[in-house]
């Protein structure tokens, strides 16, 4: 069956880095895009990157252009993002996302279970 796991959250100081990533399976990874989107307290999930599935091509949400890059490894199936220049207003739950589009997949999204990233002094 189709899983996305995400590793890498944790408590980093303002200005610090953290590399978040999600291993997949049960799908062909290299054949669709992928998205990271994250949810704070209160607040509605939102989009923070998405990758093509060769890698061509990415988007990021304004908040994040410029500090955060999101990329791929289609050879081990996984989704990266690197987040530098952490903010507190940074700190949610990151969740790995996938669209399965075709009939074969019902055109069904899936997420990850999410791993917390907290930016706090």
């Known amino acids: 069956q189709v899983q996305l796991v995400e590793s890498g959250g944790g408590l980093v100081q303002p200005g610090g880095s953290l590399r978040l990533s999600c291993a997949t399976s049960?799908?062909?990874?290299?054949?669709?895009?992928m998205s990271w989107y994250r949810q704070a307290p209160g607040k509605e999930r939102e989009l923070v990157a998405r990758i093509t599935s060769a890698g061509g091509s990415t988007n990021y949400a304004d908040s994040v252009k410029g500090r955060f890059t999101i990329s791929r490894s289609n050879a081990q199936s996984t989704v990266y993002l690197q987040m530098n220049s952490l903010k507190p207003e940074d700190t949610a739950v990151y969740y790995c996302y996938v669209l399965l589009i075709g009939p074969a997949y019902s055109n069904r999204p899936y997420w990850g279970q999410g791993t917390q990233v907290t930016v706090s002094s």
């Open positions: 049960g799908f062909p990874f290299s054949t669709f895009a």
